[in-house]
């Protein structure tokens, strides 16, 4: 085995068993396996192993199980996700796929069960894609919770389960004034749309910060805040930074406020590389020293994140029902600190991107009791580029199965407040 798919699986392995086990996000758990790894293509070629089994997990799952008499151990069983991964959705030959994994169970330590690894893929490979007959896939790879809650939202989750079956477009951000690099499709406003595959840093004009990724869904709370020059704004959960930079270009004097550090300094080097500048705050947006200061405040509340399963098909295995009422909470500290923090007058924008109504709707609803905000509707003449997205309260509301022809977008809630 040479060194290069050693690698790739390597990873792969490493960083499956972090997120499925340990319910790590995968881009935390990259960001420390990668900085191992020196090689692109081993980079790129797990990422895309992994990738493939976080989306189809439940299928994959439902094709090995009967060929199992009893469940053996979880690291084991990632190992045979990624064998049958291989065979049934990325193509890998055969020999390469079943030699492959048989030698990455024993390279960690599980050569009891090279046997049933290699007895397994055997069955597979042979059958090939027949494997898939009669399975549900849209049902099999969304957990059931998530499936029944999107139903009884009206969401439908039939659809929804059909965007893990593509690849997901780069979506840019361009400064306001400037050209966008080529190659890319105007969405909306500034945000552009460039090909799957296409390496942001090899963009013109990267390094001298002309842009940045967002995806569109991302890029409408700032956009729909509607900041005028000079007001004074703040983002209260800024990292990674993309919504900061649209305030800042709108001309406001941005508070961006940030509770993690590691983020705090993912804030600062986007922003540098963006030349923008802002007031950099680090501490929980619940507790800041403000009373009717701003504006305008955007208040991109902590989710679960379920919107970005596109992108992010981790979300879909590490967020558990239990966890909704606990972001719940939080989310409620943060807007009644909010208001707080609001001037008379002063308009505040509530965004998740989350497609549970328990973090996006009924907060909402929630916000719209309160005595001191006022509802300032959004319409069909605020978004005429998703006009499906607008909700008969004047909330906007976008699903991943939206826009399916260009490519979808994100699943993202807001809704927008006025105080007394």
Not at 49 to 75: M, N, S, T
Not at 145 to 154: N, S
Not at 180 to 187: Q, R, S, V
Request: charge should be neutral.
């Amino acid at each position: 085995m040479n060194k290069e798919k050693d690698d790739t699986r390597q990873i792969a392995f490493e960083a499956l068993c972090q997120v499925l086990e340990r319910n790590r996000s995968l881009d935390a758990v990259l960001d420390h396996l990668l900085s191992r790894h020196a090689d692109s293509r081993d980079k790129a070629a797990a990422y895309r192993l992994i990738v493939c089994c976080l989306r189809q997990k439940g299928v994959l799952e439902a094709i090995i199980e009967p060929l199992l008499r009893r469940a053996p151990p979880q690291p084991v069983s990632v190992i045979l996700l990624l064998g049958v991964a291989q065979i049934i959705f990325l193509e890998t030959p055969r020999h390469a796929a079943i030699n492959t994994t048989v030698n990455l169970a024993r390279k960690n330590g599980f050569s009891g069960f090279t046997g049933l690894v290699n007895a397994v893929l055997r069955k597979v490979a042979d059958q090939g894609k027949e494997c898939l007959e009669g399975l549900d896939q849209e049902r099999l790879n969304l957990p059931s919770w998530l499936w029944q809650e999107w139903d009884k939202a009206g969401f439908h989750p039939r659809q929804l389960a059909q965007c893990l079956n593509y690849e997901v477009p780069l979506d840019l951000s361009v400064k306001a004034g400037l050209s966008a690099p080529e190659g890319g499709t105007l969405l909306c406003a500034d945000s552009y749309r460039y090909p799957v595959g296409t390496k942001v840093n090899h963009l013109s004009g990267f390094e001298e910060g002309q842009f940045w990724v967002q995806d569109v869904a991302a890029s409408l709370p700032a956009y729909l805040l509607n900041v005028q020059q000079g007001e004074i704004v703040a983002d209260l959960c800024a990292a990674p930074g993309g919504k900061t930079a649209q305030l800042v270009m709108a001309g406001g004097q941005v508070v961006a406020v940030e509770k993690d550090p590691k983020r705090i300094k993912r804030l600062k080097e986007n922003l540098a590389r963006l030349q923008l500048q802002a007031k950099i705050v680090q501490s929980d947006a619940a507790q800041l020293q403000y009373k009717d200061e701003f504006d305008a405040i955007l208040l991109d509340a902590p989710c679960s994140a379920t919107g970005i399963f596109r992108r992010h098909p981790d979300v879909l295995h590490i967020k558990k029902a239990k966890e909704i009422s606990t972001l719940v909470n939080v989310q409620r500290q943060l807007i009644q600190a909010a208001l707080n923090y609001l001037k008379p007058g002063g308009r505040l924008m509530y965004s998740v991107c989350s497609l549970q109504t328990a973090e996006a709707e009924e907060q909402a609803r929630y916000m719209s009791s309160l005595p001191e905000l006022s509802p300032l509707p959004l319409t069909v003449d605020d978004v005429p580029f998703l006009p499906e997205s607008i909700t008969k309260e004047g909330w906007v509301r976008t699903l991943p199965s939206m826009w399916s022809e260009k490519g979808g977008l994100d699943g993202f809630f807001m809704a927008r407040f006025i105080k007394k």
